[in-house]
């Protein structure tokens, strides 16, 4: 019995240390706190805009929502007539599966279309378009890094009319913490625990 008990502690840790949220952010902080829009914001705590510009928009700002009708988000094309190039702070990914999921609507103020790139290094490479009535999807988008890659997360909006595609919550996750079958043996570790540890305490409770 010992041996099964070594042996499902030994999943639960193998399984926490893979445990895999690498970044995350929904820009709620961003522009001095709630409430508070910018317009060519540069001062975001896990990303820089590398070329042209981004506005902060607080929901309901120039009639924008963002994301679930809360917080804060970005519009790729800043104010300066030549739309973001929005990287993210470098992150080292070891080789491995990952998942990429952002948040992106149309711009919510004219019908023209916006276009942009999403791409992190050579491993992930994507062009969306979006009409400006197109409201808020979640992209999601799994790819493989073959070799240990420090690199960034990348949004780069096309043109520069300031109206662009509007962007929150961006997560990176390692593939073994997804809910995906790696994740399984948690469960039944802990479940295993918990079943060892009643039959412990009734034992010592017997003697
Ligand atoms: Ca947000
Ligand atoms: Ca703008
Ligand atoms: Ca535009």
Redesign the pocket.
């Known amino acids: 019995m010992k041996k099964f008990l070594s042996a499902a502690i030994l999943t639960l840790a193998c399984t926490s240390a893979n445990a895999g949220l690498i970044f995350s952010d929904n820009f709620d902080s961003e522009a001095g706190g709630a409430g508070n829009s910018s317009l060519n914001y540069n001062n975001f705590s896990q990303w820089s805009v590398t070329d042209g510009t981004v506005d902060v928009v607080s929901n309901g700002g120039w009639g924008i929502t963002c994301a679930g009708g809360i917080g804060k988000c970005v519009d790729l094309?800043g104010s300066t007539g030549d739309a973001g190039t929005f990287s993210s702070n470098s992150i080292t990914l070891a080789a491995g599966e990952y998942t990429l999921s952002f948040d992106i609507s149309g711009?919510q103020r004219n019908s023209?279309n916006?276009a942009m790139g999403v791409s992190l290094g050579g491993f992930f490479n994507e062009d969306f378009t979006r009409s400006g009535s197109v409201g808020w999807e979640t992209i999601v988008r799994t790819f493989t890094v073959t070799t240990e890659t420090t690199n960034s997360i990348t949004f780069n909006h096309a043109?520069g009319?300031n109206?662009?595609i509007m962007l929150d919550n961006v997560s990176l996750v390692s593939a073994s913490s997804s809910a995906t079958s790696v994740d399984e043996p948690a469960p039944l570790a802990l479940l295993l625990l918990g079943a060892f540890g009643i039959a412990a305490t009734r034992r010592k409770q017997n003697t």
């Open positions: 094309d711009n023209v916006d043109g009319d109206i662009g």
